[in-house]
């Protein structure tokens, strides 16, 4: 179904539990800054426990959301033109007039409704509260450090303090990192509704229980952890280790308002049996054959590998409710087995990036022409790329839209040789150390390996296309090669901040 100016829709939104609405302002035609129509959503303030009826259609008003930090915006966004199967034609009514919206991104179901929503059941003294100390040019004491009053994060190993109480004085803060644990940090966050954001490392418990917390997003250390019961609104987990866990999970609903997230590796958890979004970063091998029996009513898969092995892709049709795929650096599967739309009745989107030439192909042939499928096939890989560009960070510039072939091959060259000569010269200084000229023999090198960088440095600065991935890239790239330098060899810091002071990207 294609969206068309005037209809409004109800959706239920599975992660809060509410039906939601929202009206199609207009559609606006392909141009510079989308290459595919899109249809502009106007989310409406209101939630409700039964679908949206047609007689309420004139009672219904915009939603300006000005939850957290939010100043009252109205809740505007450019999706893609066609319509979700799940959302629920209700009537039409006249489109609200409004300027032109730059916001893209994707059907959201009322999620900005929903937290606004969440957002009015707060003691309204607590919000003025918050909302007052946003513009608090302050500062207060904190355990003996000054700290902003305004402050919206806090570290525990920048911002130091003993008791989680003490941080009531900073009133709009939403997001708490601690690297070692503190007694009352749970009565802390069951007495806060704004901490919405909770990473914990280092903590050293068997047993956490963050029921009657306001945690939605959880970055979790879960070494030596047995027993986890998330809170009532948790929606993500993410775990901090590339160990396997050995974790019980006790999540609302079994899971099903869960998206779980794990770093190269993850255990079946049986418990969490209707969750409904898995993503996994730096994976090396992973097999799809085992999620259909432990997590059958999965909706969601990203995959990313550091590259990797993936396993078990033709297990994807057994995943009845599966509707969005995505895989990036991934290989092991050929054209047989990729996903086909007449066993993936349910999928509505699909990108797969950087992926085994044969099986691209096969993709585009079997999608293509599907309107009702956000289909995006890139950077397709034949296996003399593989072998020469598994042991390179930044082989995801071949193939990029922006970036001519010919640079990325010039990008890769230059990380081959800044490493090789970076690591013979860091273990020449290693051998070095103790020698009758040390000093003049290590002063040398360094000048070498201060060139290195430089010439490695203005590769980059010559290429005028480089944008805010590529750069974090090309910036991780050479603190791989200096993390692996001999140990007591040449100045990591030193050869960093000199790239950091050359660089112009």
Not at 109 to 127: K, M, N, T, V
Not at 196 to 212: A, E, M, V
Not at 388 to 402: K, T
């Amino acid at each position: 179904m294609l969206a068309r100016a005037g209809d409004v829709y109800t959706v239920y939104n599975e992660k809060y539990g509410v039906w939601t609405a929202c009206q199609i302002t207009a559609v606006v035609p392909a141009d510079h800054l989308s290459s595919d129509d899109q249809a502009v959503v106007l989310t409406y303030d209101w939630v409700g426990d039964r679908a949206l009826e047609p007689g309420q259609l004139d009672k219904l008003q915009a939603l300006y959301y000005d939850f957290y930090y939010w100043k009252g915006e109205l809740c505007l966004l450019n999706v893609p033109v066609q319509v979700p199967g799940d959302y629920i034609l209700v009537g039409q009514v006249k489109p609200l007039e409004h300027e032109r919206c730059k916001s893209y991104g994707f059907w959201d179901r009322g999620y900005y409704a929903c937290r606004q929503h969440l957002w009015s059941q707060i003691p309204d003294e607590q919000r003025k509260s918050f909302k007052a100390a946003m513009s608090d040019t302050g500062v207060i004491e904190l355990n003996g450090c000054q700290v902003q009053a305004a402050t919206r994060r806090v570290n525990d190993e920048v911002e130091s303090f003993d008791s989680a109480l003490e941080l009531r004085a900073l009133p709009c803060v939403y997001s708490l990192e601690c690297h070692r644990w503190h007694p009352d940090l749970i009565e802390f966050l069951q007495s806060n509704p704004f901490i919405t954001q909770l990473t914990l490392i280092n903590h050293g418990q068997r047993t956490l229980d963050l029921r009657g917390t306001a945690i939605t997003s959880l970055m979790l250390d879960m070494n030596g952890l047995e027993q986890l019961w998330t809170g009532e609104r948790t929606e993500e987990l993410q775990f901090q280790q590339k160990e396997e866990d050995h974790c019980t999970v006790h999540a609302h609903d079994s899971g099903a308002r869960l998206q779980l997230s794990f770093i190269a590796r993850c255990r079946p958890h049986h418990e969490l049996s209707a969750l409904q979004s898995l993503h996994g970063s730096h994976i090396d091998d992973f097999d799809i054959a085992a999620l259909p029996e432990v997590y059958p009513e999965l909706k969601e898969l990203r995959l990313w590998g550091a590259p990797g092995r993936l396993r078990g892709m033709d297990s994807l049709h057994r995943l009845k409710a599966l509707q969005r795929l995505s895989t990036y650096d991934l290989f092991g599967f050929g054209a047989d087995d990729v996903p086909r739309p007449d066993s993936c009745t349910e999928l509505n989107w699909l990108w797969m990036t950087s992926l085994p030439a044969e099986a691209a192909r096969e993709v585009k042939k079997l999608w293509k022409g599907r309107s009702d499928v956000d289909l995006k096939i890139t950077q397709p890989r034949k296996e003399e790329w593989l072998a020469q560009n598994l042991d390179n960070p930044l082989r995801s510039l071949d193939g990029c839209e922006h970036i001519p072939a010919r640079a990325a091959q010039k990008a890769a060259r230059q990380y081959r040789k800044t490493r090789s000569e970076l690591i013979k010269l860091a273990a020449s200084a290693a051998a070095a150390r103790g020698a009758d000229d040390e000093h003049e023999q290590i002063r040398e090198l360094t000048d070498k390996a201060l060139a290195a960088v430089s010439a490695y440095t203005e590769t980059f600065n010559r290429m005028d296309f480089i944008e805010t991935e590529q750069r974090e890239e090309v910036y991780m790239a050479l603190k791989e090669i200096l993390n692996s330098m001999a140990q007591g060899g040449l100045d990591r810091d030193a050869l960093l901040e000199h790239f950091e002071q050359l660089r112009d990207f």
